[in-house]
């Protein structure tokens, strides 16, 4: 019996319902092909899923971090776009932060689950949401997000400086004339490679003593510019923006437990580590700390296991 | 000494610039995979590139020929689409032909050879071209190919028919009002599995006793609703799309070679005999009959090889 078969016992003999803590133990110290081999063993050996029993046996925020720990990173990600998609008033980070973080073979592998589960494509169902608040908001929203998960951006570093200064100009035109929504905003976000981006972000940082993002701000209150604020701030810097995400989950009346579990399961085998730092020097409170704080229960000791300080 | 070794030596001893026939007899007669296995044999006997080679030795449209079948599939394609988009009138039938007619990983394939070669993505070249006709055109036709060539269409044969009736009325009603660069036609056309699209395009063929290429014909001489028109006929039923390129490429005075060979080189280990029976239920004449008597020389010959008439 190999370690695996034994993990399963440990989670079968745990009894469910009463000792969440093997479960939180056992899996919350796995990794994704660990996990992957342990839901394998489980089902040979009890002929069940052991997503799907977990899924059953466990409840509320507790539940949904284990069942969205559990998927692979993929399939994962096909689940949490497809949950923000079908919200009444959609979440558009969960889309922005797929398409801005992955490398495009990841993206791919997320669309292929995201198939294979829903019998439809993300961009489809990106841009035939015709409910809630979407179609009046602006269709350039779906421009861009669209644009964001279908485009296959390239991943080399050349840059062209030259072409940075001039499409710095381009989008400095089009922010000064207030068309925010301007198609060469949307190609120059969606199709350059992060690197020429990059450049062409710093330019105009050079140019005009501030960030693109500042000058969005201007136009707050308008959804477009909004994400497309976000849009700029997760491909110029993930972790500031996960950071930023979660202080917002914990610090804002009410927790958004939704958004902390899924920064933590989806970053902890990336850069949780380095958005805890972040963190750290953002707020001079540890992470562990602000979500012990405002967490509880098994939910709570569960996001501490992948936060590494627990367990 | 392997076969494809023995292949080498013939290309090799076949003497350059004198014997194309050993060129064409053994290169015409082998699959992708055969020629990958001659080139890195070739390469591993005379240290040299034999597509450079190749290259360097014959000219003109046989040249372009023997080159572009030498290629990786998917490295081929990418080279056609680059040479299409630098045209000063862009060849978009190229984009097209790439998007409709490759499967979502043979696309993906072809994405990343465009990547490889040009340090750029080919949704980046599209998007940015600002020359020639393009600009001027219609921006829908970059929103168009764009939206072709990243988005990663579902494959799956599930229909539903109530939303293909939906979907018709949105078609029929842009094209009423002539708004034929409407959002809806562009997101229906590009983000609809093929099976859905097909199953809208009936109803539209129900509803209104003809296919809707034949209403957007009504406004020809618009290059949007040309790109849109060809899109779809080249969804629709590739065959019958093949056959009308290399019909036109043939017939109208001049022969257009590049077409010609495109469609033969690219088709060629798909589906050029259909093609072939295709043209002869259309224009009563061979195709092979109709190329031997358009073409001449080694460029001839090598096009009859591949169509399997000679060689």
Request: aromatic share 8%.
């Amino acid at each position: 019996m190999n370690i695996f078969n034994v993990n399963c016992q440990g989670i079968w003999y745990g009894g469910w319902g009463t000792d969440e803590k093997t479960v939180i133990s056992v899996l919350g110290h796995r990794n994704a092909t660990q996990r992957k081999l342990i839901r394998e063993a489980y089902q040979e050996l009890f002929h069940e899923d052991l997503v799907k029993r977990l899924e059953h046996e466990l409840s509320g925020d507790f539940e949904r971090a284990v069942y969205r720990w559990n998927l692979d990173p993929a399939d994962r990600n096909a689940v949490l776009a497809n949950v923000a998609l079908r919200k009444e008033s959609r979440d558009y980070r969960v889309i922005i932060e797929l398409s801005c973080t992955l490398s495009p073979e990841e993206l791919y592998a997320v669309k292929c689950a995201y198939q294979c589960r829903y019998k439809r494509s993300l961009e489809e169902d990106i841009a035939s949401h015709t409910s809630s608040d979407l179609r009046n908001a602006s269709s350039s929203i779906l421009l861009l997000l669209v644009g964001l998960v279908s485009i296959h951006r390239y991943q080399g570093n050349e840059v062209d400086l030259k072409l940075g200064k001039s499409e710095c100009k381009i989008l400095r035109k089009a922010i000064e004339e207030k068309l925010y929504n301007h198609e060469d905003i949307i190609r120059i976000v969606t199709t350059r490679s992060k690197s020429q981006l990059m450049a062409t972000l710093n330019s105009y940082k050079d140019e005009h003593g501030c960030n693109i993002t500042k000058h969005l701000k201007d136009d707050s209150g308008n959804a477009y510019t909004e994400t497309l604020r976000t849009t700029i701030r997760c491909i110029s810097d993930p972790t500031k923006y996960f950071e930023k995400v979660v202080r917002n989950a914990i610090k804002k009346g009410g927790t958004n437990e939704d958004a902390l579990t899924r920064v933590i399961v989806t970053r902890a085998e990336k850069d949780l580590k380095v958005i805890m730092e972040q963190y750290y020097k953002r707020n001079s409170v540890p992470l562990d700390q602000a979500v012990a704080k405002e967490t509880s229960g098994h939910y709570k000791r569960f996001l501490l296991t992948l936060l590494g300080k627990e367990g």
